[in-house]
């Protein structure tokens, strides 16, 4: 059982930045591949960014292409994700998550689910 925590959460003012972390639990963090995915009030729940296991691979979801980048450091089994130019429809509870692969993240298939951190963005 893989327990993955978020923080980094809070309230910004549009255009600010955020960092959010990931702490994973799992010894084999490495063997995982790590996404984000983010919740908005009376909305499903959406994909964000994944990363593959070596960090060589990413994939980020159109609405946050250019603003967001996943990175991850298995050494210290953690996963970020750097939010830049925010905009108030990026309010929403983050969500870190495990799974197997990047194209099973893009459909929001994982594994293991953190409780998420709040993001607001104010106008």
């Known amino acids: 059982q893989v327990q993955l925590v978020e923080s980094g959460g809070g309230l910004v003012q549009a255009g600010g930045s955020l960092r959010l972390s990931c702490a994973a639990s799992?010894?084999?963090?490495?063997?995982?591949?790590m996404g984000w995915f983010r919740q908005a009030p009376g909305k499903e729940r959406e994909f964000v960014a994944a990363?593959?296991?070596?960090?060589?691979?990413?994939s980020h979801a159109d609405l946050v292409k250019g603003r967001f980048t996943i990175s991850r450091d298995n050494s210290k089994d953690m996963v970020y994700l750097q939010m830049n130019s925010l905009k108030p429809e990026d309010t929403a509870v983050y969500y870190c998550?495990?799974?197997?692969?990047?194209?099973?993240?893009?459909?929001?298939?994982?594994?293991?689910w953190g409780k998420g951190t709040l993001v607001t963005v104010s106008s």
């Open positions: 998550a495990a799974g197997g692969g990047i194209i099973d993240a893009t459909m929001g298939r994982m594994d293991y």
């Open positions: 799992e010894r084999t963090f490495s063997s995982y591949t």
């Open positions: 990363i593959s296991r070596s960090g060589g691979s990413r």
